[in-house]
C-alpha cells in the first residue's frame, strides 16, 4: 500500500518511474512495482525429504493459476540460479503462496532454499503459462501423482474443495516409503471436511505386495466414480506419466499428463556440426543427447532455468537443421523455429542463434 501510494505521489514528478521503482526496491525488495519477489515467512517440514515454505507476495507475483508454474530465481554466493516450481495456494491469503521442495541430493537450489536460516529471504518469482489447466468443477477427476509430482495436483485439490459444489476428486499417491509422502495431514483433515475427496498413498518399497506400481487398468478401475467420464490427471517421472497416458487411452478416458523428468536418454549418437551464430563459433556435438547438456560439456553454458521444458529460459532460434524435441517425441526442423535446448536433441548440423 505504502509503495503504491508513494509511486502514485512520484508518477507525475521529474523522476521517470523506473527510478522511483529503483529506489522503493531498495527500501524494501518487495516494494518492486515490476518484479515479482517473495519473501520467505515460514519453513517447515513436509516430508522426510522436502520441506515446505511459506511465501509472502508482492502484487507483481500473484498472477498464477493452481497447477501451474513459478520460476524462481534467487542468489548463491553471488551468482543467480533459477529453477521451476508449483506453487499451492493458502486459502483466503492471495498475497501469500506455499512451495514444498523435494532436497534432492546433490542439489544446489533444493537445500539452499530449504535451510532454515533461508527465513526472512527473498526471491524473484514470475508465474509462468504452463502446467495443468484447472479441470471443470463439476467433473470427476482422478489424480495420479508419484513423487514430487503431487504439488501441481495438490494445489489443484486445494482450489477445487474450496469452491462451491466440487466434483468428486479421487488421488492416487506413489512414493518409496511412507515418510517421503507430503501433505498427509492436509489431505486427512480435507477428507474429512469434503466427502467428495479421497485418496489413498501407495508406499512401494514396504514388502507389501499390494503396493505396486502403475502398471494396468486394474489398478485404476477401482477408483473410477464415473468410468465414462473421469478426467485423468497425472505427474511425476517420464515412465509413470507416459503409462498413466496408455492407461488411460485403454480406458477411453481424457488424461493429461506432465513429466518432471525426461525419457532416458538415448546413447549418444554421429557428432553434428553446430555453429553458434550469435557468437560466430562452429562446435562438434554428439546427436542423441540433450543440446543444452552437450554444450555444457564443451564449456559452452547457455541461461538455463528447471532442465525440464517447462520455463522456456533456455529457449533459443533454430536458424536451419533438424532437432528432435524429447518430451514429445516430434522431429522438428522448420526454419527461425524455437528451440528449447534442455529437451531437445541434434539430428543434424544445426545453425542455433547463440
Known amino acids: 500500500m505504502f509503495a503504491s501510494s508513494l509511486l502514485r505521489l512520484t508518477s507525475d514528478s521529474i523522476f521517470p518511474a ?19 519477489r517473495g519473501r520467505v515467512l515460514e519453513i517447515h517440514p513436509a516430508a522426510s525429504d522436502s520441506m515446505s515454505l511459506l511465501i509472502k507476495l508482492n502484487r507483481q ?10 520460476q524462481v530465481r534467487t542468489w548463491v ?9 508449483s506453487p499451492i495456494p493458502v486459502p483466503g491469503r492471495r498475497d501469500q503462496m506455499m512451495l514444498t521442495i523435494r532436497k534432492t ?3 544446489l537450489m533444493s537445500h539452499w532454499l530449504t535451510a532454515p536460516e533461508r527465513q526472512g529471504n527473498w526471491m524473484d518469482l514470475t508465474p509462468l503459462q504452463s502446467g495443468f489447466e484447472r479441470p471443470h468443477q463439476q467433473q470427476p477427476l482422478l489424480l495420479l501423482a508419484a513423487g514430487s509430482g503431487i504439488t501441481p495436483l495438490f494445489s489443484l485439490i486445494m482450489d ?27 489431505m486427512e483433515r480435507l477428507r474429512a471436511r469434503h466427502p467428495c475427496f479421497n485418496y489413498q498413498i501407495i508406499a512401494t518399497q514396504t514388502g507389501n505386495p499390494q503396493n505396486k506400481h502403475l502398471e494396468s487398468v486394474e489398478d485404476l478401475m477401482p477408483h473410477l466414480t464415473d468410468p465414462r467420464n ?14 498413466a497416458k496408455k492407461l488411460a487411452q485403454q480406458l477411453n478416458l481424457p488424461c493429461f499428463a506432465e513429466s518432471f523428468s525426461l525419457p532416458k536418454p538415448a546413447q549418444a549418437g554421429a557428432p553434428v556440426q553446430v555453429f553458434l551464430k550469435r ?10 543427447i540433450p543440446i543444452l547438456s552437450a554444450l555444457e560439456a564443451i564449456g559452452i553454458h547457455p541461461a538455463y532455468g528447471c532442465r525440464q521444458g517447462v520455463c ?3 529457449t533459443c532460434t533454430r536458424v536451419s537443421g533438424i532437432t528432435t524435441d524429447l518430451l514429445h517425441q516430434r522431429m522438428e526442423h522448420e526454419a527461425d523455429g524455437a528451440l528449447r535446448l534442455c529437451v531437445s536433441t541434434a539430428e543434424s548440423d544445426l545453425v542455433l542463434d547463440l
Do not use: K, M
Not at 523506473?18 to 515490476?34: A, C, D, K, R
Not at 477445487?160 to 492436509?186: D, K, M
Open 230 to 243: 473421469t478426467q485423468i490427471l497425472a505427474c511425476g517421472p517420464h515412465a509413470f506419466t507416459e503409462c
Open 105 to 107: 541430493p546433490g542439489g
Open 160 to 186: 477445487r474443495l474450496h469452491q462451491l459444489n466440487p466434483g468428486p476428486i479421487t488421488l492416487l499417491y506413489w512414493v518409496q516409503r511412507h515418510e517421503q509422502a507430503c501433505f498427509t495431514s492436509h
Open 18 to 36: 523506473p527510478v522511483v521503482n529503483y529506489w522503493l526496491e531498495q527500501l524494501n525488495p518487495l516494494w518492486s512495482t515490476e518484479q515479482g
Open 77 to 85: 554466493d553471488g551468482i543467480a540460479h533459477s529453477r521451476t516450481y
Open 61 to 70: 507475483a500473484r498472477h498464477w493459476q493452481p497447477g501451474q508454474h513459478v
Open 312 to 314: 522456456h529460459t533456455c
Open 279 to 288: 557468437s560466430q563459433r562452429q562446435v562438434v556435438i554428439p546427436s542423441g
